[in-house]
C-alpha cells in the first residue's frame, strides 16, 4: 500500500504582518448657557414651591391648635 500523507515543505519566508489600530476617541461636551439658566428656574420654582406649601400646612395647623 501506498503512503497516502504527502510531505509539506516549509520555505522559510518572512512575513510582515502589519495590524495597524487607529482608535480616535473624541468626547464632546457642550454645554449651552440657555440650558442651564432654564435648569437653574426649574430648580429655584420647585424651591419655591415647596416653601410656599410647607408655610400653608403649617399656619392651617397653627389655626386647628387654637
Known amino acids: ?3 497516502d500523507i504527502q ?3 516549509s520555505i522559510p519566508s518572512s512575513n510582515n ?3 495597524t489600530v ?3 476617541n473624541n ?3 457642550t454645554i449651552n448657557l440657555g440650558d442651564s439658566l432654564n435648569l437653574l428656574a ?3 420654582g420647585i424651591y419655591v ?3 410656599l406649601t410647607k408655610r ?3 399656619q392651617k395647623h397653627k389655626q386647628e391648635k387654637m
Open 1 to 3: 500500500m501506498p503512503n
Open 7 to 9: 510531505e509539506t515543505k
Open 17 to 19: 504582518n502589519k495590524n
Open 22 to 24: 487607529k482608535v480616535n
Open 27 to 29: 468626547f464632546n461636551l
Open 42 to 44: 426649574l430648580i429655584g
Open 49 to 51: 414651591i415647596r416653601t
Open 56 to 58: 400653608n400646612k403649617q
